[in-house]
């Protein structure tokens, strides 16, 4: 029935409760449009300012090895996102560490307040399976910054061969890399962190620390990321209560050269490691943004000898 043949057939109070309708839908469609605008704005400002303090990377120097691609470039973009301006790119070859400085502080000025000028970033040639070298790395990261708060060692490569065919030569090679790597590079992190306090170093294990990969063999490396997960615990005992905590961030299969020089040759092979993580998929370097910079800031200021996992759920089944 139309409303004015409606208030006709009722007594007035009838009228007055069927006129109230749309009068009160008007005032909660303004009530709800001006409560989603302010809720909109309210949500504008806080993804602009509100961050936990504690996951802030500002005023922290940090040092990445490996970071001049992959994983550890990856590192590199997450803590200068988080607010580090003064960070040490550590590779085997300095003009590429250099260009990959360049090219984070590219993107960080993109699009921000930001200047070059800001960003204190350098690049250091450095084989990290020597331990003279990691040493003068160090001894130049402490020339420049004259401390050093995060640490991550994430340098690191991966062979399939089976063991019978392993050459010996290869194998020593990945333990001096992954393995007596990690350990100079933490040594001499520590080294630096104790006389100033303290600091936080992150060994970049693998889920293969914990399960052992199919189909493709790799038996030296997947024992070289058991070794690297205990190394963390055990130094993180060590140095305690000497304020430098050590823990590891173990990633599942990420999609960086690493694992793309493996798929180049067996393309099926990534759809098998697909089908076997409970999330489907491999991960993009940027999913462990937020894992880096946890362990690497004082937002996990009372863990020490960990392991996080971010493997998409595979070690789980
Ligand atoms: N990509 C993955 O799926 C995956 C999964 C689990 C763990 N990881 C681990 O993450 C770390 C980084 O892997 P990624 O995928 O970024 O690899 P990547 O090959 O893309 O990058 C490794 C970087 O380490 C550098 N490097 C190699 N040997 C070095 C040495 N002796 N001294 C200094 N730098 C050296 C390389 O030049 C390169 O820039 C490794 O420790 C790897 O075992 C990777």
Known sequence: MAPSLLSRALPSTSRALVRAPPRTVVHQRRHNS????????VAAKARVVKTLPDFSMANKVAVITGAARG????????????????????????DEAEHAGQELIKAACAD???????????????DVSSELSVQQA??????????VDSVVASAGIVENYSAFDYPFDRIKRLYDINVHGAFFTA???????????????????????????????????NAAKAAVKHMAASLAVEWAKKG??????????????????????DQ??????????????????EDLAGAIVFLASDASRFMTGSEVRVDG?????
């Open 34 to 41: 001006d409560l989603s605008a302010k809720l909109n704005a």
């Open 71 to 94: 994983l550890g470039y990856e590192f590199c973009r997450a803590f200068v996102q988080s607010g580090c301006t003064s960070l040490a790119i550590v590779d085997l070859k300095e």
């Open 112 to 126: 921000s307040e930001m200047e070059p000028s800001d960003y204190r970033i350098v690049g250091i040639g450095c």
């Open 138 to 147: 160090f001894r130049r990261v402490m020339d420049t910054y004259g401390r």
């Open 187 to 221: 040594r001499e992190a520590a080294r630096n962190m104790i006389p100033q306090g303290g600091g936080s170093i992150v060994l970049v294990g693998s889920m293969s620390a914990n399960i052992v990969n199919i189909p493709q063999p790799q038996t030296p490396y």
């Open 244 to 265: 430098v905590r050590v823990n590891t961030l173990s990633p599942g299969y990420m999609l960086t050269k690493l694992t793309r020089t493996i798929l180049a040759h």
């Open 268 to 285: 099926e092979l990534k759809k098998t490691w697909e089908s076997l993580t409970p999330m489907g998929r491999m991960g993009e370097p």
């Open 313 to 317: 759920g595979y070690c789980v089944i």
